[in-house]
């Protein structure tokens, strides 16, 4: 097709949506480059979103935009051979076994502890905050980790199991607010080192290790933002693990982002650029790999949340800049923003849902009293 074509495609899609190319709304798209068209009539949401890591294009409000694209469905509009193979190595490839369990750590989280510092807040806490009765961050996180602490009746003298301890900041606080010893695990080296560091004096080990490996009895386990990454051939293994850490009257949680539709299919871009070998559970996939193993106590929902926090986090992102733009570029720059707008999209847009899910070995007698 000719350029002329392809923009004219363009037009028509984007006003499915009601965004104009070249408009002066804040959620229109400023074409700097013509380009841009073929490159994402070829590789849909890879080819868009590195068009926008290389200036081709932009617009004021991005999360505005991907909001609108998402609600419109356009993204369907876009499958590409790009989609189809990171569907299908997700669906039959273990991508998250053996050594490939460290790769997320290499590739996303160990980038830079003073980028994280920057964009996190007072504590490194890299998941969704919880704001129902929080104005701002860093009290959004502290309620979340709080909550976390409530639902598992966290009491003096307990040790808890930490899968994915990130910073160490969950630990930290279940250890001083809580009274309890834990042991945390991650396959990032620059996390488990600055944990370590930050939970010094307390009595919480930091482990390098992958969760398949550890074989030990805890009164607790939990789990925030870490089972996006197991992957869904792995989904029966990471709760036989649970189950076989977890003592038979303990209460485990999980903490994670998932789809209320049919399995995930990997978005190209986010798998090469930000969260390799990743992808979003589905509520059908986690309930048929709890089974014969939990009781579900509670399924708790607090999506909306997430946009609040990745807002947040665009925000400390932009006015930490001058000081991170020695060491990261202005491309980088580009990515992240873009990577922050489309998760903000995905769930003001509802696409995407955040999970806390209570478990119990056989059920807490008497009943779960559900705290929110």
């Given at each position: ?7 004219q ?18 959620c ?10 073929a490159?994402?009539?070829?590789h849909?949401?890879l ?15 991005l999360?505005?935009?991907f909001?609108?694209?998402l609600?419109a469905?356009l ?15 997700a ?19 160990d ?10 807040g007072?504590r490194?806490?890299?998941?969704c905050?919880?704001w129902a009765?929080?104005?701002?961050l ?10 976390v ?8 003298g ?5 899968i ?14 809580y ?9 990032s080296?620059e ?22 490996e550890i074989?030990?009895?805890?009164d607790a ?6 089972f996006?990454?197991?992957g ?7 709760f036989?693990t649970v189950?076989?850490c ?7 949680l999980?903490h994670?982002?998932?789809?209320n ?21 589905a ?8 089974e014969g ?31 991170l733009a ?10 992240w ?13 509802r696409?995407?849902?955040l ?5 119990s ?8 009293r559900?705290?929110?």
């Open positions: 097709m000719s350029q002329d074509s392809l923009k495609r363009a037009t028509a899609l984007l006003a499915q949506a009601g965004i104009h190319i070249d408009g002066d709304a804040p229109d798209l400023r074409v700097h480059d013509d380009r841009l068209y490159r994402v009539f070829a849909g949401s080819g868009l979103g590195e068009a926008y890591m290389d200036g081709w294009w932009d617009a004021d409000d999360p505005g935009l909001t609108r694209l609600g469905g993204d369907r509009e876009l499958k590409t051979l790009d989609t189809l193979i990171a569907h299908l190595k669906r039959f490839i273990n991508l998250q076994r053996g050594e490939h369990a460290y790769e997320i750590g290499r590739a996303h989280y980038l830079g502890n003073d980028l994280f510092q920057a964009m996190l007072q490194l806490v890299y998941s905050g919880y009765r929080a104005g701002n860093d009290d959004a996180q502290e309620a979340k980790l709080d909550l602490c409530r639902k598992l009746r966290l009491k003096p307990q040790r808890v199991l930490d994915g301890c990130g910073w160490g900041e969950a630990l930290k606080f279940a250890a001083e607010r009274g309890v010893e834990g042991v945390g695990i991650t396959v080296n996390q488990a080192q600055f944990a370590r560091e930050l939970c010094a004096g307390l009595p919480i080990e930091i482990r390098l290790q992958d969760y398949h074989d030990e009895r805890f386990v939990f789990s925030i933002g870490m996006e990454h197991v869904a051939l792995n989904y029966r293994a990471y036989e189950r076989r977890l003592k038979e009257d303990g209460l485990s999980l994670c982002i998932g789809s539709s049919e399995p995930a299919r990997p978005d190209p871009w986010i798998e090469k650029y930000i969260f390799p070998k990743s992808v979003i559970p509520a059908s996939q986690v309930a048929a790999a709890l193993l939990f009781v579900v106590e509670d399924w708790h929902n607090f999506g909306t949340d997430y946009d609040l926090t990745l807002t947040a986090w665009r925000e400390n992102f932009d006015a930490a800049w001058p000081a020695h060491r990261y570029d202005d491309r980088f720059r580009r990515m923003h873009y990577y922050l707008a489309v998760s903000a999209a995905v769930f003001r847009s696409r995407d849902q999970w806390q899910l209570t478990l070995p056989h059920g807490v007698p008497g009943g779960y559900v705290p929110r």
